[in-house]
C-alpha cells in the first residue's frame, strides 16, 4: 500500500508558477512510475505528466509541453510538477498518482486545487 500525499497548489495569475509535490509513503516509491492528472469542473481526469521509475522517459500532454516539468527524488521519496506560464486552462484539481502495470498496483492521492486567474 502507498499513501500519496500532494501539496502546492493555490490561486495564481497568469504567467505565474507553481510547483507542486506529492509525498510517498514507504520504501518501495523508486519502483513505482509516478504520473501528475487533472481533472477540470465537468471534464475528464486528464494525464499531464509522467515520469518512469528510473526517471529517464517521462511524458507530456501537448497542451502542457515546454511550460511544465515533471521530476523525481527516489531519496525523498517525492515526485514534483514545476508549473510554469500558467494559463487559465491550467485550472483543476491535480492528482497523483503511483503505478506499477506489472504487478497491477495504481495509487491516488487526494488532490490539490490549482486556480489560474486571468
Known amino acids: 500500500q502507498v499513501q500519496l500525499v500532494e501539496s502546492g497548489g493555490g490561486l495564481v495569475q497568469a504567467g505565474g508558477s507553481l510547483r507542486l509535490s506529492c509525498a510517498a509513503s514507504?520504501?518501495?516509491?523508486?519502483?513505482?512510475?509516478m504520473g501528475w492528472y487533472r481533472q477540470a469542473p465537468g471534464k475528464e481526469r486528464e494525464r499531464v505528466a509522467t515520469?518512469?521509475?528510473?526517471?529517464?522517459?517521462?511524458y507530456y500532454v501537448d497542451s502542457v509541453k515546454g511550460r511544465f516539468t515533471i521530476s523525481r527524488d527516489n531519496a525523498k521519496n517525492t515526485v514534483y510538477l514545476q508549473m510554469n506560464s500558467l494559463k487559465p486552462e491550467d485550472t483543476a484539481i491535480y492528482y497523483c498518482?503511483?503505478?506499477?502495470?506489472?504487478?497491477?498496483?495504481?495509487?491516488w492521492g487526494q488532490g490539490t486545487q490549482v486556480t489560474v486567474s486571468s
Open positions: 515520469i518512469s521509475w528510473s526517471g529517464v522517459i517521462t
Open positions: 514507504g520504501r518501495t516509491f523508486s519502483t513505482y512510475d
Open positions: 498518482n503511483a503505478a506499477r502495470t506489472w504487478a497491477s498496483n495504481n495509487y
